[in-house]
């Protein structure tokens, strides 16, 4: 039975903590991409991943490093229609706010349509039907798969999977190393 399983990468070295003007964003939206993983991943995540036959994962470090701790060759994985949906930010202003109130600010906004500075919610959508299309033609060769990806964009590829009709959650765990399983036919479980 073809399966595949979405997993979030590790804890990023940014955190999204503090207060940022809106003319601070564009670096650590910056630092955030670039951004090393400081975590190892839970025993449930090294063990539902290590029955994958092929790995797949974004072409981000915290992505590609994800993929090494959970003992996979991230050179040969990493493809960046896997990448996280880029958050639309301001590049001036003096406004602060906490940046988990810029985050589901900005997270609305590009839900309504704005996409300044990152990728619009409609590209990101039409991204994560090719990406799903990607990991169902891998899981048909290889069972299972197992993309190391992100929070949004695994989220958006869950819905495509579950449209196409694989079960499983429908909305993936947004937690570090959380795993969520889609199969063909059966039911899908949640990890954490």
Known sequence: MPRIILIRHGRPAVALTGRARARELAGIARAY?????????????????????????SDLPRARQ???ALGFDD?????AV???AALPHFSSGALTLPISVWLTLL?????????????SYRNARRRA??????????AAEFEPVVLVGHGVINYLIARELRAQG??????????????AVYQR???????D
Do not use: M
């Open 82 to 84: 896997f990448r996280e």
């Open 66 to 68: 994800s993929a090494r």
């Open 185 to 191: 036919s059966g039911t899908g479980s949640v990890g």
């Open 166 to 179: 694989w079960s499983g959650p429908a909305k993936p765990d947004h937690d570090f190393w959380a795993f």
């Open 107 to 119: 997270r609305l906004a590009w839900l309504a349509g704005y996409a300044r500075n990152g990728e």
């Open 33 to 57: 991409q670039n951004a090393d993983i400081v975590d190892t991943p839970p025993p449930a995540t090294l063990a539902i991943a290590a029955g994958a036959k092929r790995v797949v994962c």
């Open 75 to 79: 050179r040969q994985a990493a493809e």
């Open 129 to 138: 039907r090719i990406a799903a299309q990607r990991l169902i033609g891998l």
